[in-house]
DNA sequence: ACCAAATCTAGAATAATTCTAAATATTGCT
DNA sequence: AGCAATATTTAGAATTATTCTAGATTTGGT
């Protein structure tokens, strides 16, 4: 059923990335990583919490936050940010654009050829190094899949 | 000394264009546009508040909120985001993306061939229609003006 | 000058996130 | 196995940016 490029890792290489960084793997970092891999619609913290409750009773949301920022740190996830509004988690490791639909609210993958995000930062005046370009789409979408 | 093209839009003019939505111009309006105008480094409301104190000792900080939320509807004015920091403020009304200092923390416009956006959005699948496309670069910056 | 509508103000309320300090869990010795 | 050192988790308090509320002030049109 792998029909698309994913780049899941699970459980071992999960830990692997984990201690690459110093850290080990816990089950509150290990679900909370595989909450994120199963529904990639790019939840808030909130949202990540509800999903993770359920399996781990315990789980509290301060944990929550500091699992996300630790995948974040381990390059395992990204932080989407999006007006102010509450940051969202997004496994989806390939350089890649969202597109926020206004009338749903929903946050989409864009995939772009990587040459175009070359070429943004040729654009850049010189004493300009960026290290990261982040492209926001903001308008609707009447995808099928809606 | 108006060597770069500007959109200055001095109180005549956002009299009228305040009027064109059904506002009025109040010199606390005035005083926040000018001091976008004045010094354009994407500052805060707070730091917009701070500047406009002196000329304007009774001004509260939720009149410098409703005046720059005032302004943004006007497109008199551009509301600035990065990652979950407070919103800073952009007179700059070209079409253009912000380039953040790591290191300094700074904001820069950087402007950018329009046909450029044009072909980002052309990127989209279809389905895809996007009314506003967000550019932001991360990354260090050795400009001489530093 | 008067009235209605628009605007402004101070302070309370909210939302997302981070901090703090104590409780738990895990690892690496011996 | 036993134990100290370290990492992680937890609940709740604290913080930050912003919005809300309700009353006071200002304004434009008659």
Same mark, same amino acid.
């Given at each position: 059923?792998?029909?698309?490029?994913?780049?899941?890792?699970?459980?071992?290489?999960?830990?692997?990335?984990?201690?690459?960084?110093?850290?080990?793997?816990?089950?509150?970092?290990?679900?909370?990583? =595989?909450?994120?891999?199963?529904?990639? &619609?790019?939840?808030?913290?909130?949202?990540? !919490? %509800?999903?993770? *409750?359920? $399996? +781990? @009773?315990?789980?509290?949301?301060?944990?929550?936050?500091?699992?996300?920022?630790?995948?974040?740190?381990?390059?395992?996830?990204?932080?989407?940010?999006?007006?102010?509004?509450?940051?969202?988690?997004?496994?989806?490791?390939?350089?890649?654009?969202?597109?926020?639909? =206004?009338?749903?609210?929903?946050?989409? &993958?864009?995939?772009?050829?990587?040459?175009? !995000? %070359?070429?943004? *930062?040729? $654009? +850049? @005046?010189?004493?300009?190094?960026?290290?990261?370009?982040?492209?926001?789409?903001?308008?609707?979408?009447?995808?099928?899949?809606?």
């Amino acid at each position: 059923m792998s029909t698309h490029a994913n780049n899941a890792l699970h459980p071992t290489g999960l830990a692997q990335k984990l201690a690459d960084s110093g850290l080990r793997s816990t089950p509150q970092r290990e679900l909370v990583y =595989e909450v994120l891999l199963t529904k990639r &619609d790019h939840p808030t913290a909130d949202e990540v !919490f %509800a999903r993770v *409750k359920p $399996e +781990l @009773p315990g789980i509290s949301l301060a944990t929550v936050y500091n699992c996300l920022e630790t995948l974040v740190q381990c390059d395992l996830v990204r932080a989407v940010n999006f007006e102010r509004g509450p940051t969202r988690y997004c496994p989806n490791l390939r350089p890649h654009a969202h597109f926020h639909d =206004e009338a749903t609210g929903q946050t989409h &993958d864009i995939d772009l050829p990587t040459v175009l !995000f %070359a070429k943004l *930062k040729a $654009e +850049l @005046p010189t004493g300009f190094d960026a290290n990261a370009v982040e492209i926001t789409f903001r308008g609707k979408a009447k995808t099928s899949s809606n």
